[in-house]
């Protein structure tokens, strides 16, 4: 078993084209991903770019074998841009390794919707909130601090991408296994921070105050916010708001931007009103 490995090993070797710094290359190019977009593929015209030098290296100016790469490569991918390097460095392993078109093409259509779904949960529900959320309150307090968090945080993010495309190349046909074993617990880990962190920030960001007064007489009224609402639960308006809309998008498929217009239409005439 051991002579096996050891065997596969070095006719990995042998097989090597890429340096470290090709890898690097392309960690950087994947930033190149959304650089076009059709619905009918999507990502694909990006992703191809940011693989093109890589591929024409591993074949050496075979026109049939880039030929064969470029097509396989144009074909429908939607993934997250802050992960897709890491699907980037394993299919160049495994097509620097001579491994088969198929079982290529299979993985990429195998892990690009898991990836999309881990980097959403990730970067898009958990981070983002986070680094904007504390950002916008510096910035709120006239601190600078605010934008310089923000741009600092993803611009770690972008170097990143180097890091997970090294990674996904060192791993090679290995990583198969990896991401069996341990991406669903991953993708369900991050939803569920992701989800803790949305509705935490509910309380803090969304704010529905009623200053609608009860006049009981010449000395007494009774505020309805503060005697009424906040006596039974604290922040229940913009907790009951919040749900409504997530019910409203859930069960009527209402379009968000729809939403958001009668969210400001109807703050404007309570607002008018006096009620709010």
């Known amino acids: 078993m051991q002579e096996t490995e050891e065997m596969m090993a070095m006719k990995e070797s042998n097989k090597k084209v890429l340096t470290k710094r090709d890898i690097t290359l392309l960690g950087f190019r994947s930033s190149f991903l959304q650089a076009s977009f059709n619905y009918e593929r999507m990502q694909a015209g990006g992703w191809t770019c940011s693989m093109l030098p890589t591929i024409e290296?591993?074949?050496?100016?075979?026109?049939?074998?880039?030929?064969?790469?470029?097509?396989d490569n144009l074909e429908f991918i939607n993934?997250?841009?802050?992960?897709?390097?890491?699907?980037?460095?394993?299919?160049?392993?495994?097509?620097?390794?001579?491994?088969?078109?198929?079982?290529?093409k299979g993985l990429k259509v195998a892990l690009f919707g898991p990836l999309a779904g881990i980097g959403d949960a990730i970067f898009w529900f958990t981070i983002l909130p986070i680094v904007a959320g504390i950002s916008a309150s510096f910035a709120?307090?006239?601190?600078?601090?605010?934008?310089?968090?923000?741009?600092?945080?993803?611009?770690?993010?972008?170097?990143?991408?180097?890091?997970?495309?090294?990674?996904?190349?060192?791993l090679g046909i290995r990583a198969i296994e990896k991401i069996k074993e341990n991406s669903e617990i991953v993708s369900k880990a991050a939803t569920i921070l992701g989800t803790t962190v949305i509705g935490g920030l509910i309380a803090s960001y969304v704010h529905i105050e009623v200053v609608?007064?009860?006049?009981?007489?010449?000395?007494?009224?009774?505020?309805?916010?503060?005697?009424?609402?906040?006596?039974?639960?604290?922040?229940?308006?913009?907790?009951?708001?919040?749900?409504?809309?997530?019910?409203?998008l859930r069960t009527r498929k209402v379009s968000p931007t729809?939403?958001?217009?009668?969210?400001?239409?109807?703050?404007?005439i309570l607002s008018a009103l006096k009620i709010l």
């Open 258 to 268: 729809l939403l958001i217009l009668l969210t400001f239409i109807a703050s404007i």
């Open 79 to 104: 993934t997250h841009p802050n992960l897709v390097g890491f699907l980037m460095g394993l299919l160049m392993s495994l097509e620097e390794s001579g491994e088969d078109r198929d079982l290529i």
């Open 57 to 71: 290296k591993i074949h050496k100016g075979d026109k049939k074998a880039i030929s064969n790469s470029m097509k």
């Open 140 to 170: 709120e307090e006239g601190s600078v601090l605010g934008p310089i968090i923000f741009f600092m945080v993803y611009f770690v993010i972008f170097l990143f991408r180097v890091v997970w495309t090294h990674f996904g190349y060192n």
């Open 212 to 248: 609608s007064q009860i006049v009981v007489n010449a000395e007494k009224t009774v505020s309805l916010q503060a005697d009424l609402f906040d006596k039974i639960f604290p922040n229940i308006l913009p907790f009951a708001y919040t749900m409504l809309m997530y019910a409203i």
